[in-house]
T-cell receptor, first 114, second 109 residues
């Protein structure tokens, strides 16, 4: 079975803390994505990566950074967490753009910033 | 701007049929996806349409009309386990996915 694993299902952090969310996929996919999901809104793309050490900004990159040192791992970093970053964070991966591009999602990391 | 519209919530009865609509306005079109998301779980892929017409996959079918910017997901013989949110997403001219807010489907016995 294909698998995308996110390091933490639930986190509670304080304003100003640095937060790391890690994502690992075992499908040898080139593409990896970080989304946030908030009630009443569609998934919003934060950052994505098409290759190792490569990153591209999505629709809402402010306040976030990412790291992709290995093909299977894509990390999302909140340098200084704020309350408006309280959300569900979803990692996803997909194969090459030439195919349908079906996304495989992790279980999600629900972050609460106090 | 780019926009995907779907109903916020729908209710249906076990054993019945339900149709979830999705209309879109995007800059270009390179395919439309439907995903299912149970509460507290990851979205999972249901269907992909890039050409007009109906794609059937078991109890689930997905229809696309590119000229109308319209798709629907049809669920037959509803089961309680079909209670979930259904997400519509369109791949635009830059191959980026634009997501709808999702339709929460409630199945009643």
């Amino acid at each position: 079975d294909v698998k995308v694993t996110q390091s933490s299902r639930y986190l509670v952090k304080r304003t100003g803390e640095k937060v790391f969310l890690e994502c690992v996929q075992d499908m040898d996919h080139e593409n990896m994505f970080w989304y946030r999901q908030d009630p009443g809104l569609g998934l919003r793309l934060i950052y994505f990566s098409y290759d190792v050490k490569m990153k591209e900004k999505g629709d809402i990159p402010e306040g976030y950074s990412v790291s992709r040192e290995k093909k299977e791992r894509f990390s999302l970093i909140l340098e200084s967490a704020s309350t408006n970053q309280t959300s569900m964070y979803l990692c996803a991966s997909s194969s090459s753009p030439g195919e349908t591009g079906e996304l495989f999602f992790g279980e999600g990391s629900r972050l609460t910033v106090l | 701007g780019q926009n995907i519209d779907q109903p916020t919530e729908m209710t249906a009865t076990e054993g019945a049929i339900v149709q979830i609509n999705c209309t879109y306005q995007t800059s270009g079109f390179n395919g439309l996806f439907w995903y299912q998301q149970h509460a507290g779980e990851a979205p999972t892929f249901l269907s992909y349409n890039v050409l007009d017409g109906l794609e059937e996959k078991g109890r689930f079918s997905s229809f696309l009309s590119r000229s109308k910017g319209y798709s629907y997901l049809l669920l037959k013989e509803l089961q309680m386990k079909d209670s979930a949110s259904y997400l519509c997403a369109v791949k635009d001219s830059n191959y980026q996915l634009i997501w709808g807010a999702g339709t929460k489907l409630i199945i009643k016995p």
